[in-house]
């Protein structure tokens, strides 16, 4: 079967058939994820919204069949040291080919590129290590909630409004807070009405908190996973520094368990960097029922 490989220019219809990938691979509960449709929306609708073809073109290269097939992709989250490849379980001669390309093109000029790994894909690790990467840190945590008798309830105090955000609307105090909550200030309003604009996104399940005076002081975002119904997650959500140790993350992240659990669906994932991230202090006391490890993997161009 003739295999031909492509830049991705980013158009809806190539978009589509990386989508359709990474939704099998979903599929597949022992192959490593760690790049899902989530990631691949939040990259092309959030992170990214604002960036030329060219960007893109550099940043991600895909593989498909006679059949027009997506079967390996190579991609970079942030178009830095990183990377993520995804190979069909049907196609996984493939990896080299892809990791060569990766290799001999995107990492030019760089002293040392890495990826991440869930470790329970052994298969995956045992492939990098053969092509000389080497352990690098524990980099990420994914926990699971069962909602299931889910204890729903929380404490907001009276000076303190959950909304959705088509209920509150004010779109330069919640850029504001993505500014102070994650210390960035290149985050834009466009950035935010193109991830609105996502196939998934729901408004029900986009939640902000408010104080007296109407400032946006804290938000998270639900989902509804595509192939699945039954599972969700939650991505991002952010505290403004002033309102930290207030319970507004419990009430959000609880909230919209809730709305969740009335859409259907039965777990939810909530991903955060690894220790010592003061995140995982809340995201532990939300009683996940497990937990998914995500180890980085690198290699030393150097050498």
């Given at each position: 079967m003739k295999i031909t490989d492509s830049p991705f220019t980013n158009n809806d219809t190539e978009y589509n058939l990386i989508k359709e990938l990474l939704l099998e691979i979903e599929n597949h509960p022992d192959m490593d994820n760690r790049w899902d449709p989530g990631s691949m929306d939040w990259w092309r609708y959030n992170y990214h919204a604002e960036k030329g073809v060219d960007f893109f073109q550099a940043n991600a290269h895909y593989w498909k069949t006679e059949t027009d097939q997506v079967v390996g992709l190579f991609i970079s989250e942030y178009g830095q040291d990183d990377f993520f490849i995804v190979v069909h379980p049907n196609f996984w001669a493939l990896f080299s080919e892809i990791l060569k390309w990766g290799l001999?093109?995107?990492?030019?000029?760089?002293?040392?590129?890495?990826?991440?790994?869930?470790?329970?894909?052994q298969q995956?690790?045992?492939?990098?290590?053969?092509?000389?990467?080497?352990?690098?840190?524990?980099?990420?945590?994914?926990?699971?909630?069962?909602?299931?008798?889910?204890?729903?309830?929380?404490?907001?105090?009276?000076?303190?409004?959950?909304?959705?955000?088509s209920e509150y609307?004010?779109?330069?105090?919640?850029v504001k807070l993505v500014h102070n909550a994650f210390n960035n200030p290149?985050?834009?309003?466009?950035?935010?009405?193109?991830?609105?604009?996502?196939?998934?996104y729901q408004a029900e399940l986009d939640l902000v908190i408010v104080n007296h005076q109407g400032?946006?002081?804290a938000y998270c975002m639900g989902w509804v996973e595509e192939n699945n119904p039954k599972s969700g997650y939650i991505e991002p959500m952010g505290v403004h520094s002033d309102y930290r140790r207030n319970g507004l993350g419990t009430a959000l992240a609880k909230e919209c368990f809730k709305r969740l659990d009335n859409l259907g669906v039965e777990s939810v994932t909530?991903?955060?960097?690894?220790?010592?991230?003061?995140?995982?202090?809340?995201?532990?006391?939300?009683?996940?029922t497990s937990i998914k490890r995500v180890y980085r993997f690198s290699l030393n161009l150097d050498d």
């Open positions: 001999e093109f995107w990492a030019r000029g760089k002293s040392k590129i890495s990826t991440a790994v869930y470790t329970y894909d995956k690790i045992a492939w990098l290590m053969d092509a000389s990467f080497y352990e690098d840190g524990h980099e990420a945590n994914v926990r699971t909630y069962r909602l299931r008798h889910y204890d729903f309830s929380y404490d907001l105090k009276p000076d303190f409004k959950l909304l959705t955000f609307g004010n779109y330069e105090s919640r290149a985050y834009s309003e466009a950035r935010l009405r193109s991830l609105q604009s996502s196939p998934g400032k946006c002081i909530i991903a955060s960097h690894a220790e010592p991230n003061v995140s995982n202090f809340l995201y532990e006391s939300l009683i996940p």
